[in-house]
């Protein structure tokens, strides 16, 4: 019968007396305290001691230390009252992207091999708020790999192979050195195993030999530095297995050709004294001119600063010397979690205004790192020099990251997996569930495409305003199946999408020509192909002569007779600053219900006799009626400023069918429209029915868009400006 296991012992007292734990804030120590929680065993004690002793290290602040005890300790976190998220937010967030960073081993294992590594830690990055979440993985990491002994060799391995293909590498690119050699080396020890111990035997060979010989280079480099006036502190530099192991790969020779097992490193107070002491040691010894680098003026990606020589030292043995201030050293060792806090203020609510500037400056500088594809850090910028948040990461089916712009869609994931799938491309689901093409991706989302049998973009899709696709390179793919296509197709293709916009905008019949002229094209026809092949949208043409015809109207505009014109001449203005009344001050001016004109739209003004001046569209009936018969009313009239909200009446002629309702004021509530009121009215056949909607729309642009998404839902057959 086996003898029961022993019960827990560590209360949560014991992790609050721990060193790292006396950066905690009084309140959220209280909070802690006050936690009736059980104690752990010996197992999860020593991987939550050895977490907290390496964030002790790091430098790890308050929140750190308290997101690690939260998440580590069983059951704390359902001990704690239902505020502590409220009351500690930064807590809580960095609590959850711990959690959100959980499926990367997941979906690390299905790749043992490594493949897609660099995806996975990209993945990882961008699905954490807080990036100080990566010191604590990286924390939590070693601290289970010092703890792996206990482990089936399997699990070892498996836990090792994570390390090396995603914390390892991540260490890396934040310059934290303490945690990336210890991480790299266990790793190593559980992956290599006969190579761990081989490399670790010849060391200790020759260990003594090479100890004594150290001793004696910092002694001569002491007294050589001494008589020169500069203070300096020398000591021996350890190599470490998984480099040594990396360095004789890489140059093909056993450990005996290695010249730099033998190293020391001499940190100064200032710049100048480590170009001072670096002559020493020339003079000392002599150099090998290959061997020579100047981190310092030419800094590694990761902000690494430090000199690097080698010399022919006593008895004819290659020595490595590396030369740095204090500030760099410290610097090298802790990467940036030696900018966690700030040297003035203490945290982020310290007074220091440069401090919290250098600080900014250090974490938009860490987020390029971590960026950064490639083993040696050389930063993605040099490729592409979108930060982490402008992109997103999602997987596919399998479990392969896929690496993404912002904003993009379904449509957009399509096409990077294959051209033939972004044509074929009928719908999309994300986590199981039915997405529109539309829908913007967010890191984590597994995304499933749903394809038809044969090749059918849709020349909406190029529509950048329909939001369908982000990637300028899914637009590229589409628009080149496109152009294809025979010229009469896109011709005729081309002329139904303008056509449909200015049936919208009441412009069925208006002259095209200076659209061509803005979109330098030779015909109609022309125009057609360009809009058809969406180098040109709709919308743009619509505008262009919606703006030619202002114009030309402001530039005939007749000027307003002397016997209206207000007797006080003063700066013009109007009701609500929404217009400009050239000429005249102090009237009521509105929006004429016939016609309803929008921001971005040409208008013009009628003076009333009771209500002021009206404003109208150009083209407008009533206007037009109004002028003939009184054209010394006419004044000209312009939009002052943006950002009220104007109605506006929309007609919508469709199939009737389930669910249409919905979707149409899906579509309003999406681009942040209001909806005044609506109606519908039957046909007598019961076929198509007819909405009648009043919207409260910005101004043209955002209507122009809305009808746009509405004509595109299915069964629609117009959707137009009443």
Request: glycine residues 8%; contains cysteine.
């Amino acid at each position: 019968m086996n003898a029961p296991s022993p019960p827990p012992t560590h209360p949560l007292a014991d992790a609050l007396a721990h060193p790292a734990a006396t950066v905690l804030a009084a309140p959220l120590r209280t909070a802690l305290e006050s936690a009736a929680v059980a104690p752990v065993g010996t197992a999860a004690w020593a991987l939550i001691e050895s977490t907290l002793g390496s964030l002790a290290t790091l430098g790890g602040d308050s929140d750190m230390v308290a997101a690690t005890l939260v998440h580590d300790w069983p059951g704390l976190a359902d001990a704690l009252d239902a505020g502590f998220g409220a009351r500690f937010p930064a807590v809580a967030a960095l609590v959850e992207s711990q959690h959100a960073a959980e499926p990367v081993s997941d979906l690390h294992a299905r790749h043992p091999d490594g493949r897609g590594s660099e995806g996975l830690r990209r993945l990882l990055l961008a699905m954490v708020r807080d990036l100080r979440v990566v010191p604590i993985l990286l924390a939590r990491q070693l601290a289970r790999l010092r703890l792996a002994n206990t482990l089936p060799e399997d699990e070892q391995r498996a836990l090792a192979a994570l390390t090396r293909d995603i914390h390892a590498p991540l260490a890396n690119r934040l310059g934290i050195w303490q945690l990336k050699w210890e991480l790299e080396d266990l790793a190593f020890r559980f992956l290599e195993p006969a190579t761990y111990q081989q490399i670790a035997r010849l060391l200790d060979e020759k260990r003594v030999a090479r100890e004594r010989y150290i001793e004696d280079v910092k002694q001569t480099l002491r007294n050589a530095l001494d008589a020169q006036g500069i203070r300096a502190d020398v000591a021996g530099r350890p190599k470490h297995i998984y480099s040594i192991w990396k360095k004789m790969q890489r140059k093909n020779v056993p450990i005996s050709e290695l010249y730099d097992l033998r190293a020391v490193r001499i940190l100064v107070d200032d710049l100048a004294a480590c170009y001072a002491a670096l002559g020493i040691v020339h003079a000392t010894w002599a150099p090998i001119p290959s061997e020579f680098d100047d981190y310092i003026a030419r800094p590694k990606r990761n902000d690494y600063r430090s000199l690097h020589t080698a010399v022919v030292g006593p008895e004819g043995k290659t020595l490595e010397v590396q030369i740095r201030t204090h500030d760099m050293h410290r610097q090298a060792e802790l990467g940036v979690a030696a900018h966690w806090k700030y040297k003035e203020g203490g945290g982020p609510g310290g007074s220091s205004a440069n401090a919290a500037a250098a600080f900014e400056r250090k974490i938009a500088w860490m987020r390029r790192l971590l960026d950064a594809a490639g083993e040696e850090g050389a930063l993605a910028g040099e490729l592409d020099s979108e930060l982490v948040e402008d992109r997103v990461y999602v997987l596919t089916p399998k479990g392969e990251v896929v690496d993404l712009p912002a904003g993009a869609t379904p449509l957009d994931f399509a096409y990077h997996v294959h051209t033939e799938v972004g044509h074929r491309c009928r719908g999309a689901k994300i986590d199981g569930r039915i997405v529109p093409l539309d829908h913007k991706l967010r890191s984590g989302d597994h995304v499933e495409i749903l394809t038809g049998k044969v090749s059918e973009p849709r020349r909406d899709w190029l529509v950048a305003s329909n939001g369908f696709l982000a990637s300028a390179r899914s637009r590229e793919k589409v628009r080149t199946w496109f152009n294809r296509l025979d010229r009469e197709r896109n011709e005729q293709a081309g002329r139904d999408m303008l056509e449909k916009e200015l049936r919208r905008l009441s412009m069925l019949n208006a002259d095209l020509a200076p659209a061509r002229e803005r979109f330098h094209a030779e015909s109609d026809d022309d125009l057609y192909v360009l809009v058809a092949l969406g180098d040109v949208g709709p919308h743009q043409v619509g505008r262009a002569l919606l703006e030619h015809e202002r114009a030309a109207r402001d530039a005939a505009m007749p000027v307003a007779p002397s016997t209206i014109v207000a007797p006080e001449r003063h700066k013009p203005r109007s009701r609500d600053g929404e217009f400009t009344v050239e000429g005249v001050g102090n009237l009521l001016v509105q929006l004429a219900r016939c016609c309803q004109p929008l921001p971005g739209e040409g208008i013009v003004g009628y003076l009333t006799k009771a209500r002021g001046v009206s404003v109208h569209r150009p083209d407008c009936a009533a206007f037009e009626r109004l002028a003939a018969a009184q054209p010394q009313r006419v004044l000209p009239v312009e939009w002052r400023r943006a950002g009220s909200s104007y109605d506006v009446d929309v007609e919508l002629v469709a199939i009737d069918r389930k669910w249409l309702l919905k979707e149409v004021t899906n579509v309003v509530a999406q681009n942040g429209v209001g909806v005044s009121s609506l109606n519908t009215e039957h046909d007598r056949g019961g076929a198509r029915v007819t909405l009648r909607l009043r919207l409260r729309v910005a101004d043209y642009g955002q209507l122009s868009t809305v009808l746009g998404k509405l004509s595109a839902l299915p069964g629609v057959e117009q959707a137009r400006r009443a």
